[in-house]
């Protein structure tokens, strides 16, 4: 079963465009503390289409008519993107959808045990009467529906086949699995969505949590596994630990695994001030893709051979993200990183002021627990180089 299944998913995954479903406005919004104005939701929304994100799911409608009008606002907008609403399986939930006026649902359902005997009446059979009941509704009523399965990796594999067949039966385009607790690691995810993709053509969309920090390579193994969509949020914002990061999986298939997503890598960091104002979360210096730092350099070797060849310390080109290597002075410098910011503030220093000058940086950094300013470099040049140069200065200092 599990081998035929990985035969079919790689000739269904081989080289096709990836879709990116960006749940930023809706599972990012539930991060605590997060609350998005309506504003700030179109600017998001428009943001994402800006670097070509062509799905978003925009918000929950069932929340009332202040969420209703701000998803409505995203769709006047008329932004070159899909706006899809979140919903519980529930015709009430559908209306509230289509007076926010967008043309795709997901509606989702519980699909583990547990999670429906606490949360669904009449057991597995309620749920996909439930399924069948809501998902033709939505049809009925002009919509194009994705049933996302709530709990998917703890569900029982044959009912979650069970339930994509009733999904298709409805006229469902798509199911989500939903790794709602994060539960799954990469090889897990892999034969999940391998035999899944065995059973069915639908559209399958991985949805990852981080818990464990392994939203990412969750995401990109259900991709290898055929999973043809991936609900990714900006910054990984999202409930407890968050979701698989928007800007991770977007450049990691594309730089792993040669898939394309659409997105606009050099867009990216732009996207991911206007989330994190709008949150109000700092972006991590360190973040991958999109912190400060993930292109800053301090150690002497890593400079060194950067200014050789930088393939000797590059396998992710910043260019591609409109970005730039950066060189710090700090502890773990050598001594070309000094002469080339030396240089830079068109100071000269000989080989031995370069080594005095080094080792006064070093003192300075584990001191001030910080990188060496060009001001701060500067001083140190000035206390080395111009004693040696200028007569008498030294006296006069004291």
């Known amino acids: 079963m599990i081998r035929s299944s990985i035969a079919v998913s790689h000739e269904i995954a081989s080289g096709r465009p990836v879709v990116l479903n960006d749940t930023t406005l809706r599972d990012g ?9 309506a504003e700030e939701k179109v600017a998001i929304a428009r943001a994402l289409a800006e670097a070509g994100v062509t799905e978003i799911e925009a918000g929950t409608p069932a929340m009332g008519e202040h969420e209703i009008a701000a998803i409505r606002a995203i769709v006047e907008a008329k932004l070159p993107l899909t706006a899809i609403a979140w919903c519980r399986m ?134 290898r596994a055929g999973a043809t969509h991936a609900s990714v949020t900006v910054i990984g914002l999202g409930e407890r630990a968050g979701n698989a990061p928007l800007e991770e999986v977007a450049v990691a298939l594309a730089q792993l695994h040669g898939r394309d997503t659409g997105v606009a890598f050099d867009r990216l960091g732009t996207v991911a001030a206007v989330v994190a104002a709008a949150a109000a979360r700092p972006i991590p210096v360190d973040k991958a893709i999109v912190g400060a730092n993930v292109f800053t350099h301090e150690s002497g070797i890593h400079v060194d051979g950067l200014l050789k060849d930088r393939r000797t310390y590059q396998a992710l080109d910043p260019g591609l ?78």
């Open 29 to 37: 919004e539930q991060a605590p503390g997060v609350a998005f104005t």
């Open 321 to 398: 993200l409109g970005r730039a290597h950066h060189f710090a002075i700090g502890k773990h410098s050598g001594l070309a990183a000094i002469a080339m910011s030396l240089s830079a503030l068109h100071l000269v220093a000989d080989e031995t002021e370069l080594r005095k000058i080094l080792a006064r940086v070093r003192d300075r950094a584990v001191a001030t627990k910080s990188t060496i300013t060009d001001d701060a470099l500067r001083a140190i040049w000035s206390e080395i180089h111009l004693p040696a140069t200028v007569p008498g200065l030294e006296e006069d200092a004291r």
């Open 90 to 223: 529930r015709r009430e939930d559908v209306d509230a959808a289509r007076a926010a006026g967008v043309s795709m649902v997901n509606v989702s359902l519980p699909v583990s045990d547990v999670q429906i005997a606490a949360k669904v009446k009449g057991g597995r059979e309620g749920a996909l009467a439930m399924l069948a009941d809501v998902v033709g509704y939505a049809r009925e009523k002009g919509l194009e529906v994705a049933v996302g399965g709530e709990d998917s990796s703890r569900a029982d594999v044959s009912f979650l086949i069970e339930v994509i067949a009733a999904a298709k039966a409805a006229g469902a385009r798509r199911f989500r699995i939903a790794d709602t607790l994060a539960v799954l690691d990469p090889f897990a995810t892999y034969t999940l969505v391998a035999q899944l993709r065995a059973a069915t053509d639908l559209e399958l969309e991985i949805h990852a949590h981080d818990d464990l920090g392994l939203a990412t390579a969750n995401t990109l193994a259900a991709v």
